[in-house]
């Protein structure tokens, strides 16, 4: 489980797994010319690549909304509901009876993890922000 401040760290870090697993299945599918798995393939890079380096920077450019309790949740749905889903898809694909209900329980999960993400991001712009320094007037001395 990440801290609150290696919240960043954890997703970015889950991107480029995620990334690298899902472009080595591509190249794997392209030297066997056997493309059954490209909905995996499409999900690791989309979903997980994407996605997480989403969330990672979002909160990189807002430290105060990786604090909330909700952002942990978020995480410890997002990373395994992708786990989940991909596993379970393949499993699907390649017609072993445990890919659907893996398939379903992964989607939910990430679906859970991105309606956290909303919240997160609801609360943090609701929270009132500090007053920035205001521009002093040209020619004025502070």
């Avoid at 997703?11 to 472009?23: D, E, F, K, N, P």
């Avoid at 979002?58 to 990786?66: G, I, K, S």
């Avoid at 995480?75 to 009876?97: K, Q, S």
């Amino acid at each position: 489980m990440p801290t609150k401040n290696g919240l960043v760290q954890c997703y970015l870090l889950a991107a480029v797994l995620a990334g690298s697993c899902g472009m080595m299945l591509g190249i794997g599918m392209g030297i066997a010319q056997n493309f059954l798995l490209t909905p995996v393939h499409v999900h690791l890079n989309l979903l997980g690549w994407v996605t997480f380096a989403i969330y990672g920077l979002t909160y990189h450019a807002l430290p105060e909304a990786a604090k909330l309790g909700l952002a942990r949740v978020q995480f410890l749905l997002a990373v395994p509901g992708l786990v989940a889903f991909c596993g379970g898809l393949t499993a699907l694909r390649l017609d072993y009876p445990v890919g659907f209900p893996l398939t379903v329980l992964g989607s939910f999960m990430t679906l859970g993890g991105m309606l956290c993400f909303g919240g997160v991001l609801l609360r943090s712009f609701a929270r009132p922000r500090a007053a920035s320094p205001q521009a002093l007037p040209a020619g004025s001395v502070a």
